[in-house]
Every structure is written in structure tokens, then in C-alpha cells.
């Protein structure tokens, strides 16, 4: 079946870095659109940022393609955002999700997450 384990979550002061990383099994992974997702606390979940197999881009805000990479490594079924420049409103569980297909905007698969903190 389809697995999804995130990692690289963890406590950083503010404007500091940290780099998650996602690693996919149980299927084609250059095949989908991957995407990452966050939950902070008392709030949805919500969308961050996403991927085409070939590399193209999405994020949800102006401010977080600024400062938010997502990139990936087919060949290591993995996915990555790079996350810079950190605030405290980053702070949430970082989800990564597999997209059903590239002409929907459902996601079907998901990692456990991963806890990001970020200190004032």
C-alpha cells in the first residue's frame, strides 16, 4: 500500500530554517503531483505547496513562495520543502499528500506528519 513518511520537523528559533523531507512507497511516484499541507493548532488544514511530476510549482501565498521551496527527487521517491526565513505563525503538524491526479484538486494519500515549532 501506499506509504508517505514525513521527517525534519523540530524546534527552531525564529528566523531560522529547517528542511523537511517526505519519502514515498507502494507507488509510481514520478507519476503525481505531490503536495505539502500544514495544521497548526485550532485551525484546518491547509494547503502550502505543490508539485508537478515535472517540477512545476505552487504555493498558497505570495509571502510563502518567498520564503517556502518545495523541489523533488523522483529517482529517491521524495519530496522536500525547504522552509527559510521561519516565523511563529509557521508553527503546525507539515503534511505531505499524494494528489489523485493532476486534473483534481483531491488528495488521496497521507504522510503522519511531521511538528514543526518555531520559538519568538
Known amino acids: 500500500q501506499v506509504q508517505l513518511v514525513e521527517s525534519g520537523g523540530g524546534l527552531v528559533q525564529a528566523g531560522g530554517s529547517l528542511r523537511l523531507s517526505c519519502v514515498a512507497s507502494g507507488l509510481t511516484f514520478g507519476n503525481y503531483d505531490m503536495g505539502w499541507f500544514r495544521q497548526a493548532p485550532g485551525k484546518e488544514r491547509a494547503f502550502v505547496a505543490g508539485?508537478?511530476?515535472?517540477?512545476?510549482?505552487?504555493y498558497s501565498t505570495d509571502s510563502e513562495k518567498g520564503r517556502f521551496t518545495i523541489s523533488r527527487d523522483n529517482a529517491k521517491n521524495t519530496v522536500y520543502l525547504q522552509m527559510n526565513s521561519l516565523k511563529p505563525e509557521d508553527t503546525a503538524v507539515y503534511y505531505c499528500?499524494?494528489?489523485?491526479?493532476?486534473?483534481?484538486?483531491?488528495?488521496?494519500?497521507w504522510g503522519q506528519g511531521t511538528q514543526v515549532t518555531v520559538s519568538s
Open positions: 499528500a499524494v494528489k489523485a491526479s493532476a486534473f483534481v484538486s483531491r488528495y488521496i494519500y
Open positions: 508539485i508537478r511530476p515535472s517540477g512545476g510549482t505552487t
